[in-house]
């Protein structure tokens, strides 16, 4: 299998330089050069697998370069780490389907990809002799789920940039109470936006990204967006023995990365409805599927901190099969974005993303009265991005829905007791980390500076 850029300017490569390169030469996001048709057989087969089992029947049609023992020695070593051997279990609340993916080490659904990520580097690395140098940009989980798949490991320094006073409390001592000598937290005076336009920038400059052997971890690395593939034909199969018939996937998303996985899985085969986007205020990915109307506007800080986002860096990779994997076109509309701050699309575009996706955007009001409704009826605690999901089965409550439950609620244990008037179990995993020590630099929102930085510390 080799994989392409969405903007058609890079050499065809395989599945481990895909790893390491992350970021396209040419600024695209790479894909797979074809799309892998699971037979009924296959799918028959894989409903019965373990979550391991079932992570390597999929990767392995995408990573054909790693010999199956080690890949398999990969994944094993990936979900042992996770506090059930399910991995992502799916529970039942009423007619609502739960997907539980905060199992992990900092509890959150990026655990899922970022555990796997870690040890693939790690992996490839040594087989290479060669170093690595992550860069990362995260509106919350991203970092310290990254950060806990690399920590400790060798030939690997990570970076991690994060919007000063926009993550949680939580969410910023996870990634700061981190003092392994290979880890570096930078919290910079700006958006997420800010962090991630940043990171984009440093890998743009193609010279000093091989000079200093830089590496992605954001949904940008095309790992990451495939092992989350993985949770949806689980949720599907655990789904259906539950009970459900006509399955759709509710889906919390700011860099429609997640969404994106789920739709890469429909495109192997895997017989989901619909999936339902689920967003709060910062609502770009709605009004799009809605409307076609691709806009950035100001970020609206929420209960729901991983969404507050304008700029969905996995939207890239929709726009190439949008676009019937036209590359050209995705280098127009990419840079209409970036000259004109929106994307246009004609009534054709528009409707062919609405036979894909559904859409549904909360409020803070509405996400409290989610968490409240669900507490009293269920005495199930919601974390605030979950409950932009709910919100949508309980608006739709037309198919059988599963709700991607993508992290713990107590990493956000104010608005569950604002919403409910209850404070969520503290995990150990959480409550240890108020008295470690925590290292972070504070910087501007200013590119050449952040370089400076990496430079002084590789």
């Not at 695209?28 to 391991?52: C, F, H, N, Q, V």
């Not at 555990?115 to 170093?131: D, S, T, V």
């Amino acid at each position: 299998m080799k994989y392409i850029s969405t903007r058609g300017k890079t050499a065809p490569v395989g599945f481990k330089d895909a790893v390491m390169m992350g970021l396209a030469e040419d600024g695209g996001l790479l894909l797979p050069e074809s799309i892998p048709a699971l037979t009924k057989d296959e799918l028959a087969a894989m409903a019965k697998m373990t979550y391991p089992e079932l992570a390597y029947a999929v990767l392995s049609k995408f990573a054909d370069d790693i010999p199956e023992n080690d890949l398999k020695e990969l994944i094993n070593k990936s979900y042992a780490s996770f506090e059930t051997p399910e991995v992502a279990p799916v529970v039942k609340k009423g007619e609502v389907f739960i997907q539980e993916l905060f199992h992990g080490p900092t509890f959150a659904f990026k655990d899922v990809a970022l555990q796997l990520l870690g040890n693939l580097f790690e992996y490839i690395l040594k087989e290479r002799n060669e170093k690595l140098n992550i860069i990362g940009a995260t509106s919350g989980d991203t970092g310290s789920a990254a950060i806990y798949g690399v920590r400790g490991k060798d030939n690997i320094n990570i970076f991690i940039l994060h919007p000063e006073g926009r993550v949680s409390r939580v969410q910023k001592m996870q990634m700061t109470s981190v003092t392994d000598d290979n880890v570096f937290n930078i919290a910079v005076n700006g958006t997420f936006d800010d962090c991630q336009d940043i990171v984009k920038e440093i890998f743009a400059d193609v010279e000093f990204k091989k000079q200093n052997k830089l590496g992605a971890v954001n949904s940008i690395n095309w790992a990451r967006v495939l092992a989350q593939v993985v949770y949806y034909f689980y949720g599907y199969f655990r789904a259906v023995e539950k009970g459900a018939e006509k399955v759709r996937f509710v889906v919390p998303t700011g860099n429609f990365g997640n969404i994106f996985a789920g739709y890469f899985a429909t495109r192997m085969g895997l017989k989901i409805d619909k999936l339902i986007l689920a967003t709060n205020e910062n609502n770009i990915l709605s009004r799009f599927i809605n409307s076609g109307d691709y806009s950035i506007k100001e970020v609206v800080i929420t209960h729901s901190p991983s969404m507050d986002i304008q700029i969905a860096s996995n939207f890239e990779r929709f726009l190439y099969y949008l676009y019937n994997e036209n590359s050209s076109k995705v280098v127009e509309k990419m840079a209409e974005l970036k000259s004109t701050g929106k994307i246009t699309f004609t009534d054709k575009e528009i409707e062919d993303t609405q036979k894909l996706f559904g859409t549904f955007s909360t409020s803070n009001m509405l996400t409290e009265t989610v968490i409240q409704y669900f507490y009293n009826t269920f005495k199930y605690i919601l974390d605030p991005h979950t409950a932009c999901g709910v919100a949508a089965a309980l608006e739709f409550h037309d198919a059988d829905y599963v709700c991607l439950s993508t992290a713990h609620p107590a990493k956000f244990p104010e608005v569950a007791e604002k919403a409910a008037g209850v404070s969520p179990v503290v995990p150990a995993g959480i409550s240890k980390l108020e008295n470690l020590p925590k290292k972070c630099i504070l910087m501007d929102c200013d590119t050449a500076k952040v370089k400076k930085y990496l430079a002084d510390n590789i």
